[in-house]
Each structure stands twice: as structure tokens, then as C-alpha cells.
């Protein structure tokens, strides 16, 4: 019975658990992992992004107020029923942009 380990055999397995691991982890599985940090970051920005984009850019006209409140609501809603984070952070974005538009329009 042998029983020395090769170091070329010892070597070659522990790298290739190595890159295994750290290769597996794509870019939405890291969102989905990190999710509660992304999350209270996206309530605070897209409360205060619409927030201010209701009050200052939307007060005149009820298109303007339309086209920020109901994406904001939207983003919110999901985040609190737990959607997947692909669509949250795809609403969020769209409701950040529409925010910016109406502020700069």
C-alpha cells in the first residue's frame, strides 16, 4: 500500500477547486447573494429620486406626476413581495431614469 501524495497530483486538484468556485458566481447570482445591502441602497435612492421628482418637476402636470409615481410605487412594490432581483433592479432603473427626465424636462 502507497501511501505518499504526489505534489503535482495535490497541486493540480486544489487549483482547479480553486478557479471552480470563484468562475460559478456570475454577475446576477452576486446580486442575488447581496441582496439586502442592494436592496435598502435602492429604497432610499429611488424614495429619494422620486420624491424629489414629484415635488419639484411633476407639481404642474399630471402626465409628469403619472410617469414618476407608478414606476416608483412598482419598484417598491416588488422589493416588498421579494421578486427575483433581475426585475428589481430593471424596474428601479427605469424608475430612476423616468425620475431624471422628468427633472431635467
Not at 9 to 19: D, H, L, P, V, Y
Not at 48 to 57: D, H, L, P, V, W
Not at 72 to 94: F, G
Request: a neutral charge; charged letters at 10%; aromatic letters at 10%.
Amino acid at each position: 500500500m502507497e501511501t505518499t501524495i504526489k505534489t503535482k497530483q495535490a497541486k493540480t486538484s486544489f487549483q482547479n477547486e480553486k478557479t471552480s468556485s470563484a468562475s460559478t458566481l456570475t454577475f446576477w447570482e452576486s446580486i442575488e447573494f447581496n441582496r439586502f445591502g442592494i436592496i435598502s441602497m435602492l429604497i432610499l435612492f429611488i424614495g429619494c429620486i422620486g420624491g424629489f421628482a414629484a415635488s419639484f418637476g411633476a407639481h404642474g402636470d399630471v402626465l409628469k406626476l403619472a410617469l414618476v409615481v407608478f414606476p416608483t410605487i412598482v419598484a417598491l412594490a416588488l422589493i416588498l413581495a421579494v421578486s427575483p432581483m433581475k426585475v428589481i433592479v430593471y424596474v428601479s432603473s427605469l424608475a430612476i431614469i423616468l425620475d431624471i427626465i422628468v427633472l431635467i424636462f
